[in-house]
C-alpha cells in the first residue's frame, strides 16, 4: 500500500533563507505525487504535482520539487522564504487514481 | 477564492445524531471529491463522485455515504454520529473524471463538532 512521509512537523526558516520541506513515499508502481499548502482557516490549494515526464516541477509561489525515484523522494524547495509562506504544507500520493493518501504535514514558520 | 462552496461553515451535534453537508462545485466542473482532517487521522480522502456515479473510494465509513445530484452539487451524510467524528470536511472539485490525479480545486470546509 501506498504511504506518505513527511520529516519535520514544523520547520522554521529566517526570511529569505532556502525552504526545503521533505516528503518521502512508498509505492510499489510509479505514483503521481503533489503538494499542498493550506492557510488559517481554509482549504487546500495544490502548489504542484508530478504525474510523468521532467522530473523537476515548478509550481506556484516560486516553489518547486524534484521527483527521485531511486530515493523515493519528492521533497520542495523555495530558494527563498517569504513572511507570506508561513502555513501547513501537505505532501500527498496517488496510486491508479484510485485513492489519495496525504503525509502528516510540515508547519512552516518564516521569522523576519 | 477556489469557486467551490460548502454549507454550513460550522456544526454542532450531538453523538448519535445525523448531519448533511452540501458542497457546490466550480462552475462546469463534473467531478467532486470529500475529504476529512482530524487531529488524530490527518487528512483523509474519503470518496469521489463523477459526473453523478461514484469514482473512488478511500477510507469512508459506512456510517458515512454520499450522493452528487444532476444540478452536480454534492452532500455528504454522517449518521450514528461519534465524538471522533469531529473534524474539517473539505469537498474539492475537478474539469472531469480523470481520476484523483487532476488538479482539484478545494471548498473552505465544514467544521463539524460532535458532542
Known amino acids: 500500500a501506498q504511504s506518505v512521509t513527511q520529516l519535520g512537523s514544523h520547520v522554521s526558516v529566517s526570511e529569505g533563507a532556502l525552504v526545503l520541506l521533505r516528503c518521502n513515499y512508498s509505492s510499489s508502481v510509479p505514483p503521481y505525487l503533489f503538494w499542498y499548502v493550506q492557510y488559517p482557516n481554509q482549504g487546500l490549494q495544490l502548489l504542484l504535482k508530478y504525474t510523468t515526464g521532467a522530473t523537476l516541477v515548478k509550481g506556484i509561489n516560486g516553489f518547486e520539487a524534484e521527483f527521485k525515484k531511486s530515493e523515493t523522494s519528492f521533497h520542495l524547495t523555495k530558494p527563498s522564504a517569504h513572511m507570506s509562506d508561513a502555513a501547513e504544507y501537505f505532501c500527498?500520493?496517488?496510486?491508479?487514481?484510485?485513492?489519495?493518501?496525504f503525509g502528516a504535514g510540515t508547519r512552516l514558520t518564516v521569522k523576519p | 477564492d477556489s469557486g467551490v462552496t460548502q454549507t454550513p461553515k460550522h456544526l454542532i451535534t450531538a453523538t448519535g445524531q445525523r448531519v448533511t453537508l452540501r458542497c457546490s462545485p466550480r462552475?462546469?466542473?463534473?467531478?467532486v471529491y470529500w475529504y476529512q482532517q482530524s487531529l488524530d487521522q490527518g487528512l483523509q480522502f474519503l470518496i469521489q463522485y463523477y459526473n453523478g456515479e461514484e469514482r473512488a473510494k478511500g477510507n469512508i465509513l459506512e456510517r458515512f455515504s454520499a450522493q452528487q445530484f444532476p444540478d452536480l452539487h454534492s452532500e455528504l451524510n454522517l449518521s450514528s454520529l461519534e465524538l471522533g467524528d469531529s473534524a474539517l470536511y473539505f469537498c474539492a472539485s475537478s474539469v472531469s473524471g480523470g481520476g484523483l490525479g487532476e488538479t482539484q480545486y478545494f471548498g473552505p470546509g465544514t467544521r463539524l463538532l460532535v458532542l
Open positions: 500527498a500520493v496517488t496510486i491508479n487514481n484510485n485513492d489519495m493518501r
Open positions: 462552475s462546469g466542473d463534473l467531478s
